[in-house]
């Protein structure tokens, strides 16, 4: 059962734009959560990441927000430029300081130049 | 320095036979992780070693895999006999601490047919 779900598999934006991947969660128990990016033939690299007790958390371009009584969040990049084609998954952790993650099945995003 | 390396990048091999993977960590990384991604689907964990013991085993999927990390070194994953449900990407990720930023390897795309 996964506990991760990115129902997006893909998303297409011009660049300049807003690019907003979004990522559903099951388990009240995650309380960390990651964004990872994945160009082809590597391994994903973490991105930004944001504890259950915030609500937003920034780094330049890339902003992720989380709806916890929604068991929602999104990762919004803006302007989107063409080098951020590439696939993002999402991710979680049930405990802070824990090593597992769960993640989703990935959003691959094209920026069109 | 250099990132975590992961070898053979591609196997192709017959249900039955013998696959291992070796991932090398970024050295003084005492925490190293498996996980894999099946076509499509989420990455999903694997297990954790720190140094050479064990933390976090709960992801192998059954006893046809065998993880080591004889050392505290280099880790290798054993699959035997390997299953066409194996086939997939497995990725190594090291941290020097706990850290959920940690470093993913390229991955080996292992092909059971």
């Given at each position: 059962?996964?506990?991760?779900?990115?129902?997006?598999?893909?998303?297409?934006?011009?660049?300049?734009?807003?690019?907003?991947?979004?990522?559903?969660?099951?388990?009240?128990?995650?309380?960390?959560?990651?964004?990872?990016?994945?160009?082809?033939?590597e391994g994903p690299t973490f991105l930004i990441?944001?504890?259950?007790i915030k609500d937003k958390n920034e780094d330049?371009?890339?902003?992720?927000?989380?709806?916890?009584?929604?068991?929602?969040?999104?990762?919004?990049?803006?302007?989107?430029?063409?080098?951020?084609?590439?696939?993002?998954?999402?991710?979680?952790?049930?405990?802070?300081?824990?090593?597992?993650?769960?993640?989703?099945?990935?959003?691959?995003?094209?920026?069109?130049? | 320095?250099?990132?975590?390396?992961?070898?053979?990048?591609?196997?192709?091999?017959?249900?039955?036979?013998?696959?291992?993977?070796?991932?090398?960590?970024?050295?003084?990384?005492?925490?190293?992780?498996?996980?894999?991604?099946?076509?499509?689907?989420?990455?999903?964990?694997?297990?954790?070693?720190?140094?050479?013991?064990?933390?976090?085993?709960?992801?192998?999927?059954?006893?046809?895999?065998?993880?080591?990390?004889?050392?505290?070194?280099?880790?290798?994953?054993k699959v035997q006999p390997a299953e066409l449900?194996?086939?997939?990407?497995?990725?190594?990720?090291?941290?020097?601490?706990?850290?959920?930023?940690?470093?993913?390897?390229?991955?080996?795309?292992?092909?059971?047919?």
């Open positions: 059962d996964q506990q991760v779900k990115q129902n997006s598999p893909s998303l297409s934006v011009q660049e300049g734009r807003i690019s907003i991947l979004n990522c559903d969660y099951t388990n009240s128990m995650f309380d960390y959560f990651l964004w990872y990016k994945k160009y082809p033939a990441s944001i504890s259950s330049g371009r890339f902003t992720v927000f989380l709806n916890k009584s929604a068991k929602h969040l999104s990762l919004h990049i803006v302007p989107s430029q063409p080098g951020d084609s590439a696939v993002y998954f999402c991710a979680a952790s049930k405990q802070t300081g824990a090593n597992n993650l769960f993640f989703g099945t990935g959003t691959r995003l094209t920026v069109i130049p | 320095e250099a990132g975590v390396t992961q070898f053979p990048s591609h196997s192709v091999i017959e249900k039955g036979q013998t696959v291992t993977l070796r991932c090398d960590p970024i050295s003084g990384h005492d925490n190293l992780y498996w996980y894999r991604r099946v076509m499509g689907k989420e990455i999903k964990f694997l297990l954790h070693f720190v140094k050479e013991s064990k933390q976090d085993e709960s992801g192998m999927p059954n006893n046809r895999f065998l993880a080591e990390r004889t050392g505290g070194t280099y880790s290798t994953l449900e194996d086939s997939g990407v497995y990725f190594c990720a090291s941290s020097q601490g706990v850290s959920y930023g940690y470093t993913f390897g390229s991955g080996t795309r292992l092909t059971v047919v």
